[in-house]
């Protein structure tokens, strides 16, 4: 089922959304809204719209998303389209799995329907000394009021908050780290900024905000105080390799383009695929490529098996991720000038992979992550001893 859903949601990519690669409505922060809606409504009358979420409700299983959402992701565009892209994609995940049937119903549905957008407020501004790698150091924080919570702080690095209709909000209570989920817009989270990033595939960039005097009722708490890193941890794993098999696509594209410039293209007296230092080059994306799916297959495979994959999403994510960018700065320097110009889509794809190595974690946080389960699995091996 997955590989013709995936071939489905791939001819829908490339003979679709594609053309749309060098539509206007593509800016600095994003696609438009209306070009946004526009593409669901093709994917929604082609059968593509929220593909690896079934007619009956049920998630396809991590290793068959994997199929789905590297098809997806063989535009820049294709996962807003057919409505598998950051952050939504991770959102529909954490609400599908805790989320009351209320909450459902409410939240949940627009956005499987390709309706609505989503954003998710955890990370914080770094010069107040707010969370983002480390979410203990979060300072948003949230307390009762009779059946209400009241909300302030300010959050950083928003993806989506600019147009989005749903919201998790994450928020320090007495109890700890608690997630609310919300309507917007709403008066009481203020846009201050769209910051200017390298990337610029995702709806409503990402934002600085401020939140003042929110007032959240109590049944729209996702779960129960304090346990808003427990919830985090459920949506970590699954949506830093949802991420991973996006951005292969986008690299199986930006491969299939520098390919076809290499054979095409000669200089000195032959096709620059001949060209040892050039045909190198590809060959050693094609190695990268393998290793970067096989690197998913695995990960999908333990969260399969119903683990949670802290550590497995971390190596995955950093080694998928750094492969996309060898093989993205690969396809930029096979295509010489043509590689850093707007004319294909090879110069956003090394952007967005750029980007990537740091968000959902940089590569060093997870390296440090990963050293102290090292340090933890050393300690454990010699009390047995």
Known sequence: MATE??????????????PYERDPRCGAHGPSDALVAEMRDKA?????????ILADGTHLHHRDVAIVLRAAGLSPLGPVAVNVAAPDEGNMYLLGKRATSEQKARFLDPLIAGEARSAFFMTEPAEEGGAGSDPSMMKTTARRDGNHWVVDGRKAFITGAEGARVG????RADEGATMFLVDLPDPAIRIERVLDTIDSSMPGGHAVVAIENLRI???QMLGNPGEGFQLAQVRLAPARLTHCMRWLGACTRAHEIATNYANRRRAFGKALIDHEGVGFMLAENLIDLKQAELMIDWCAGVLDAGELGTAESSMAKVAVSEALMRIAD???QVMGGTGVTGDTIVEQVFREVR?????DGPTEVHK???AKKVKRDWKAAQEKH
């Not at 791939?10 to 003979?15: D, S």
């Not at 998790?168 to 928020?171: F, Y």
């Not at 980007?355 to 968000?359: L, T």
Request: hydrophobic letters at 60%; aromatic letters at 10%.
């Open 5 to 18: 859903i995936a071939a489905k949601v791939e001819a829908f990519v490339r003979e679709v959304v594609a």
């Open 44 to 52: 929604r009358a082609a059968g593509v719209l929220t593909p690896h």
């Open 168 to 171: 998790i909000v994450m928020a």
């Open 217 to 219: 009722p109590a049944d």
């Open 330 to 332: 690969r396809c930029v």
């Open 355 to 359: 980007a990537f190595r740091i968000y």
């Open 368 to 370: 440090w992550s990963l």
